[in-house]
């Protein structure tokens, strides 16, 4: 019964997706829903933004094996991201009226930024998106009891995945997490009700992770762990706020106003929201402590899903298991389709400029095709954990785009040049450090976030030599209201 509803829930799934792609007209329909959604859909899309296999599944784990203090990424780091780009990039960029982010890259600094910050952004979603593909292959295996491989799984998720993405874009995103999100809150809202009172109550479950030194979130009083703090709550917190995805959803919004309250309510309820797997995976602890101990030696991932198969009846399986699908499947379509319409927009447009709407459409739909099939060969011959996969999802953008976008907003005399500068020095020092020093005090990516600051500063206030200063484009942008474009 519990595999029968699973597919059930699918097709359904496919099925909104479907009804959605008969909104699809032009690409602006596909990439950003026309610019027609509400504040009540916006909030559902931004808290699905990070609320996928690695909340529900990913960060309990970590959260079994190293309390709060292996949570500073996700979900702190997180969180803080949506929070930011509510309070300070939402507004500016919305008033651009732009397709991708890869287009303010190119109004703001020329084609080359442009190209090179867009490349960033789509190899971040390699790591992201194969999170949510994996997640998908654990959930097959778990619920057939090993009767469906992880890879199998992995494909048969992926293949969900990419027909309702494919076929309606952000309508099907958007609609589907609404619809997803409904069932993720009730699901383990009931699921921590049931859960925690198996295992005495609220308090004692708090207490018994309080006593076990769960809760301790601070770090210590000693610079090294200091900079670890800060290093893993900002690589997420701004190597997240230069990515397509979280763009498309404010971006979608009906108007301004919409897009910097939904980015603000939906940052806001995933942080809090957030808890609600920790608690009831750490419950676990105190229901089954030989399972705990047993999956801890192998892969606490398991931890949850074991709980809800082993102690809960068949109704809190169906919805555990519909809430564990929502959340995954949520993040997937919008991680799918956020890189395949950078990679087309950004980098194949500029080489084939004479294509009409209708072509390029199509040719957003293969991308997204191939961006499917290239993700699930990855996660298929991984090894990485899921937070691990998303942990280091960032790392890119957080050395390479994110200062061009925060001072390009908030820095006039920020120039082509000193943005180049940035994500040379960015990428240099990053790749280097990750060669020599891994596991150096100072992290890589974020050693290669203060190198391009460097690199911001010295390229913007040096002579103008090396490259032609791009002039006029954003203010025109910030003044003009204008139809997304469909053409160049």
Not at 345 to 351: A, D, H, K, P, V
Not at 363 to 392: D, K, P, Q
Not at 447 to 475: C, D, F, N, Y
């Amino acid at each position: 019964m519990l595999i029968g509803f699973v597919i059930a829930y699918l097709l359904v799934s496919i099925g909104v997706g479907l009804y959605a792609a008969t909104r699809v007209r032009n690409t602006a329909d596909y990439v950003a829903a026309g610019r027609h959604l509400p504040l009540y859909i916006v909030t559902a899309t931004v808290f699905a933004t990070w609320f996928g296999s690695e909340t529900v599944l990913g960060i309990s784990a970590t959260f079994i094996d190293e309390g709060l203090r292996g949570l500073w990424s996700d979900p702190f780091g997180a969180s803080l991201c949506l929070i930011l780009v509510g309070l300070f990039f939402a507004r500016p960029l919305y008033r651009m009226n732009l397709l991708t982010l890869g287009d303010y890259y190119r109004l703001r600094y020329g084609r080359t930024v442009e190209v090179l910050c867009s490349i960033a952004i789509v190899v971040s979603y390699l790591g992201w998106v194969a999170a949510q593909i994996t997640a998908l292959g654990l959930v097959f295996n778990i619920l057939s009891d090993g009767a469906i491989s992880n890879e199998a799984g992995m494909m048969i998720g992926a293949a969900v995945v990419l027909v309702y993405t494919l076929f309606g874009g952000m309508w099907s995103v958007a609609l589907t997490d609404f619809m997803q999100m409904i069932v993720i809150i009730a699901g383990l809202f009931y699921i921590a009700w049931l859960v925690g009172d198996m295992a005495g109550g609220v308090g004692t479950v708090i207490g018994h992770a309080s006593a076990a030194g769960k809760l301790n979130f601070l770090p210590a009083l000693d610079p090294a762990d200091i900079i670890a703090f800060l290093a893993g709550i900002l690589t997420m917190g701004f190597g997240s706020i230069p990515q397509q995805d979280v763009f498309q959803r404010l971006n979608s919004a009906r108007d301004e106003k919409i897009a910097v309250r939904g980015t603000l309510l939906g940052g806001s309820g995933y942080f809090l929201f957030a808890f609600v797997p920790l608690f009831i995976a750490y419950s676990a602890a105190l229901i089954d402590p030989e399972l705990v101990a047993r999956y801890q030696q192998s892969d606490s991932q398991h931890v949850l899903p074991q709980l809800i198969l082993a102690h809960t009846p068949l109704f809190a399986q169906v919805m555990f298991f519909g809430a564990l699908l929502s959340a995954i499947m949520s993040t997937a379509s919008g991680t799918l389709l956020a890189p395949s319409v950078t990679f087309s927009e950004n980098i194949l447009r500029g080489t084939l400029p004479h294509l009409v709407d209708r072509q390029f459409l199509l040719l957003t739909r293969i991308v997204v095709v191939v961006f499917a099939l290239l993700i699930t060969w990855y996660a298929t011959h991984t090894e990485e954990t899921i937070h691990g996969m998303v942990e280091n999802a960032y790392k890119v953008t957080l050395a390479t785009a994110f200062v061009p976008l925060a001072f390009g907003l908030y820095w006039k005399r920020a120039s082509t040049q000193g943005a180049l500068g940035s994500i040379l020095a960015g990428l240099v020092v990053w790749v280097l450090l990750e060669i020599a020093a891994p596991d150096a005090t100072l992290p890589p990516h974020f050693a290669g976030m203060i190198a391009g600051i460097a690199g911001m500063i010295a390229g913007s206030l040096l002579p103008q030599t090396l490259v032609k200063p791009v002039h006029g484009h954003v203010a025109a942008h910030l003044q003009t209201q204008h139809q997304p474009h469909a053409g160049r």
